[in-house]
């Protein structure tokens, strides 16, 4: 074998190695071409039957054939791969927009404002309080200054149960009785905050359910004034509802307080211009607050000269539903999944 | 309670914007809801004659009437309301006027006929809220005239105030008028009334000179009577008519509106009786008896017991309910010619009860139950009779008062420190009196303090809070100072709070929406859906469905599923976090906390996976279920829950789905997958940390297990026999396959379970990798009966 029989040898190696088509023609033509009887595998054995000189110079030139074939078939090899992963990724191709998506989860609208709340009113150093739902006249009237046959009973209208002596066992009307279980339970000084469910015996409509949510507040310490309370409603009214809307104090009647308190904000709607959700006054109606009743102490056998202190409360779903929009109460508790998923 | 600005102004100058005053009482606690503007917009209405009243030939829901608007001509009118008679006077808005409303009256045509004008009811003039029917005037008015002119009526502003109960003064338009001069430093007057006096000889009573006792002095702190002669009963004044109809009160005659009259100005409620049809020469006030029966004013027979107060005559029978209404046996009539005129103060908590019992709130009992001023009585049975005077009425000299027992008026001692500790101000005890003297309180300095005597017109107070609220309340709650008190402890919520935040967000995040359903049920709804059927029960529910409190989350769930269902919504995925009422021995249920879920369109894996999530998610390990039947789930698909505690597995609620008749029953037409966890093993576990368990760094080897074992065994029965038998080695034990069928015998299916196996210090050999599967293999047999399949 000569020169040109290598160069030939070469070029045909080279060509077989282009034109194998996939990764397997490929390593057959690799696996011939390193077989005993390929012409550049022959050429290098038949060497040793040359002249050194001859012998040198073919086999140099037969070590740059075969380095050319290897390359080639490197070359190939990469191709090739490419090749078969571009057409398995074009195989796996997909519309992402087909996908049907996922289905989130909610926490129902009054969950999350009282969660809310409940944050505001810790980061003030509240704790939050809670008590039992079904209680006794004890605890949701008497104690909070509201003797039987008082007058101002009839201020809430009262579902009562058949347990105990008639008309002792109720369905709490507002959440403080947890006011009173806290003091009962602990002493001075508390900061802390009730949320919970109550109930009344109200014909459900647009701007009542017989069940609703409230929270309400306590301070008693030492040194509580009137001030406190005016500070603390708005502090929590700039943080909870923003900067622009601010709190006011009208004098008020609860039989748990004195001197009693309504509290209004600034309008979220018009920012205290004057609209229609606000009846034009610039304010809303939030809740009602005041300084705890001496009686309430006494009844809770805490020392009003020692002590004072404030309590204040709001319906957490009528603050919500006007936040929100939702002109009708009684849609926070239908259940009904398209009011759900919108919040 | 609704003023007139008008009103107001005869007992104090008030001037300026009507809008500023009202923000005044507002500010005062006298709450305005609405201001509106009356008396105006008459211009064009005037005063017609009914001529007469034809039916349309073709309308039955409107007639024709002509009238005589001055000219003395017949005009006519297409009119949809049948109140008025021939002769009778009426408001005519004539062609071209504007109503209050902006509408013009124009002449048109109603289905045929001519109508001129229109005939108004008083709402529509915006002369008060009676709206039924068209608006007969009373008197006798000069036809054409305009009706303002007629009757006396000039442009004036009438605030509807939110009066708290502990605000018995402003009951009255004197009262409101005092307060709100006080806080604009107004001279504030009661005028002094002229009432047509007989002469002073006069006979007191004509030979029946009426006597008064009170016999229960705790019922009655005063009873004061007056006698009117020469009454006429008749219509009231035009002027005075408008007033009452302002105030929401209907004019009725010239006697019933004087006294309603002087109640709405003096807040005095107060009583006539024709004297002639009072028997016998006395009053006596007591205590009514059991079962004592009279009939009032409105016809209507009540029956009495011995907390209600009476007015008895001479011969011992009840003529009126105390403070709450008159009987019919003395009613005033056309034909009454003398009044015995009573002015009473009765012990508040017992109209309070009287009026709530017998179903009789009255303007009268709402201003008794909040205390009245005891010392008005003279004023107002003058006023009374000055008011009368114009039908001719005279008031004779004499009066008889009897007392019984008022409220204590010692002074009150208010310490101004106190005041200041409450209210956060620094004021001395002139700038205190400065604000209680306009009022009515008089104050008396005691070194740094006061005493304070309260007027007899404010029943509600008597302490020094008290006091103090009514400083705080005319400094204006507005300017009183504010600050915020430092919380001397760091807020924060309990561990059970934290975890049930923490147990809505892990279900919410497996798409599950939360559902708020009321708690009140039917005692079907619980039956119906297998739920606990002793529950609590309501004694005056509103309804039937709201009658008992809910023993489970079920009832309520499902009836948020079906009402997904029945809105063509399928498939809705919902929880709730809430307690339920599980009667005791004591009073009071126990309230247990539980987690509802309801997956409809899921068959009961979907549950457990929920339960699984959950209970992996607060650290609970080596919980169990066992399939078992229930009411109200499906009988071979629901198992109880057993969660560990102390002393061993605790009951801790059902997995499983929904029985079918259930669904059905409820108008669902899927499958609806269930599980209700009672919460009290879960949150708030007194854990502490959970402590870090190492991550071996060594090679894991994994062995599969199969077994053929009978269907009474369940498969985390078996699961956690193999984790007991593994020992420390096992990492994890997972079912990976079930299968029944070819080659398992009946009653029997084969569980595979692959297990890791991996050390923290060394590489498992295979000796010790094949003898720990060997335990497992041994204790499945002898726990279970479980064969391995090969």
């Known amino acids: ?38 012409p550049l595998n022959a050429a290098k054995r038949s060497l040793g039957a040359l002249e050194p000189d001859q012998r040198k110079e073919l086999g140099r030139r037969l070590n740059e054939a075969r380095a050319e074939v290897a390359t080639a078939v490197e070359t190939r090899r990469s191709e090739l791969a490419a090749a078969a992963r571009a057409e398995l990724l074009e195989a796996e191709r997909l519309d992402l927009t087909e996908s049907p998506g996922g289905r989130a989860g909610h926490l129902h609208l009054v969950t999350q404002a009282r969660d809310e709340l409940e944050d505001v009113f810790v980061g003030m150093g509240f704790t939050v309080a809670e008590g039992p739902e079904v209680e006794t006249d004890w605890y949701n009237f008497e104690a909070l200054n509201l003797p039987p046959a008082h007058p101002a009973r009839g201020m809430w209208d009262t579902l009562y149960l058949d347990s105990g002596e008639p008309g002792t066992v109720l369905l709490r009307t507002h959440t403080s009785p947890v006011q009173i279980r806290v003091m009962s339970e602990s002493e001075p000084p508390i900061y802390s905050v009730m949320p919970g469910r109550v109930y009344r015996r109200d014909t459900a409509d647009a701007s009542h359910t017989p069940v609703f949510h409230q929270i309400e507040g306590l301070v008693v310490d030492r040194g509580i004034s009137f001030a406190d309370l005016a500070g603390t409603l708005e502090a929590f009214t700039t943080t909870y509802f923003g900067r622009s809307i601010h709190s006011r104090l009208r004098p008020s009647y609860f039989p748990f307080t004195e001197p009693s308190a309504e509290f209004d904000i600034t309008c979220v709607f018009c920012g205290g211009d004057g609209c229609r959700s606000c009846g034009g006054t610039g304010w809303l109606e939030l809740g009602g607050c005041g300084m705890v009743h001496p009686n309430v102490f006494a009844a809770v056998g805490y020392d009003p000269e020692e002590w004072t202190g404030f309590a204040f409360g709001f319906g957490i779903d009528r603050m919500t539903a006007q936040r929100n929009g939702v002109d009708d109460l009684r849609e926070l508790f239908t259940n009904d999944i398209r009011f759900l998923e919108q919040f | 309670m609704k003023v007139l600005l008008s009103w107001l102004r005869e007992f104090a100058p008030f001037e300026g914007d009507p809008v500023e005053l009202g923000d005044q009482m507002s500010d005062l606690g006298m709450a305005v809801e609405s201001i509106d503007h009356v008396g105006g917009g008459l211009d064009g209405v005037v005063v017609a004659r009914v001529l007469a009243l034809r039916p349309h030939p073709d309308a039955e829901r409107i007639q024709l009437v002509d009238v005589d608007a001055g000219d003395g001509e017949a005009t006519q009118i297409c009119c949809g309301a049948f109140n008025m008679a021939e002769g009778d006077l009426v408001p005519l808005a004539t062609l071209g006027t504007t109503m209050a409303n902006g509408m013009t009256i124009e002449r048109r045509k109603l289905r045929g006929e001519w109508s001129n004008g229109m005939l108004c009811s008083a709402r529509e003039l915006a002369m008060g809220d009676d709206h039924e029917g068209i608006w007969v005037l009373p008197g006798d008015l000069a036809l054409g005239t305009p009706l303002a002119e007629a009757i006396g009526v000039t442009p004036d502003v009438l605030y509807d105030l939110e009066i708290n109960p502990n605000r018995p003064d402003a009951m009255s338009v004197a009262g409101v008028a005092r307060d709100l001069a006080a806080r604009l430093r107004l001279p504030f007057e009661l005028p002094t009334p002229k009432p047509r006096r007989a002469g002073a000889d006069a006979p007191w009573g004509a030979g029946r000179p009426p006597t008064v006792e009170i016999s229960a002095p705790e019922l009655c702190g005063r009873f004061h009577v007056r006698v009117l002669e020469d009454v006429v009963v008749g219509s009231s004044p035009a002027w005075m008519a408008h007033r009452l109809r302002c105030a929401g009160m209907r004019p009725i005659n010239s006697v019933v509106d004087v006294s309603n009259y002087v109640m709405l100005e003096l807040g005095q409620p107060n009583h006539t009786y024709d004297l002639d049809l009072v028997s016998g020469p006395g009053l006596r006030v007591r205590w009514a008896n059991d079962g004592e029966r009279i009939t009032t004013l409105d016809d209507a027979e009540r029956t009495l017991d011995g907390a209600d107060g009476v007015i008895a005559d001479a011969e011992d029978r009840a003529i009126g309910i105390a403070g709450v209404m008159g009987g019919a046996s003395t009613e005033i009539s056309a034909s009454t010619q003398r009044v ?42 003058e006023r009374f009779a000055e008011l009368l005077a114009t039908s001719g009425a005279t008031l004779l000299a004499g009066s008889l008062d009897a007392r019984g027992e008022l409220p204590d008026r010692q002074p009150v001692r208010v310490r101004t420190a106190r005041v200041n500790r409450l209210l956060g101000t620094d004021l001395d005890a002139g700038a205190v009196a400065a604000e209680l003297t306009p009022i009515g309180f008089t104050c008396a300095s005691a070194g740094a303090d006061l005493d304070v005597v309260v007027p007899s017109y404010r029943y509600d107070t008597r302490t020094e809070t008290d006091v103090v609220e009514e400083v705080a309340r005319h400094l204006s709650y507005s300017s009183l100072p504010s600050r915020r008190p430092a919380s001397p402890q760091t807020g924060s919520l309990t561990d059970r709070q934290r975890d049930r935040r923490r147990l809505r967000a892990v279900v919410a995040g497996l798409g599950l929406a939360e559902a708020m359903p009321s ?46 269902a029945a809105h063509r919504n399928p498939g809705v995925r919902l929880f709730e976090v809430g307690t339920v009422f599980l009667p005791t021995d004591g009073v009071l249920p126990d309230e247990p906390e539980h987690l509802g879920v309801a997956l409809a369109g899921d068959e009961a894996p979907a549950a457990v996976a929920v339960l699984d999530v959950v209970l992996e998610s607060f650290g609970i390990e080596g919980w169990d279920l066992h399939n078992e039947p229930t009411p109200g789930l499906h009988p071979t698909r629901s198992a109880r829950i057993l969660l560990p505690a102390g002393a061993g597995p605790t009951e801790a609620g059902w997995v499983g789905e929904i029985d079918p008749a259930v669904v059905e029953a409820l108008g669902i037409d899927e499958r609806v997958a269930w599980l209700e966890l009672d919460l009290a093993a879960v949150l708030a576990r007194p854990a502490g940390p959970a402590h870090y368990r190492t991550v071996s760094r060594f090679p894991s080897s994994d062995v599969d297990l199969a077994f053929v074992v009978s269907d009474d065994v369940s498969a985390m029965a078996l699961r956690r026999t193999l984790v007991a038998a593994g020992g420390d080695l096992v990492a994890w034990v997972r079912l990976f396959d079930t299968y029944r069928g070819a080659g398992i015998e009946d009653g029997h299916r084969s569980l595979a379970y692959r297990v890791r196996l991996q050390a923290a210090d060394r590489t498992l050999t295979d000796a010790e990798v094949a003898e720990v599967s060997a335990a497992m293999v041994a204790a499945a047999g002898s726990h279970h009966q479980a064969r391995q399949r090969g």
């Open chain 2, 340 to 381: 015995l005129l009573e002015m009473a103060w009765w012990d508040p908590m017992t109209i309070a009860r009287s009026s709530r019992r017998l179903g009789l709130r009255s303007e009268a009992s709402m201003r008794f139950e909040r205390g009245c001023d005891p010392e008005v009585v003279e004023r107002a049975a």
């Open chain 1, 1 to 38: 074998m000569n020169a040109e029989d290598v160069d030939r040898a070469a070029s045909e190696a080279v060509a077989s190695v282009r034109a194998a088509d996939d990764l397997e023609s490929l390593a057959a033509v690799e696996a011939a071409l390193g077989a005993k009887s390929a």
């Open chain 2, 519 to 564: 708690p009140l049920l039917s005692p079907e709804q619980l039956e119906r859906c297998g739920a606990p059927t002793d529950a609590m029960v309501l004694t005056n529910p509103m309804a039937a469905e709201e009658s008992v409190l809910r023993t489970s989350l079920r009832p309520g769930l499902l009836a948020a599923v079906a009402h997904n």
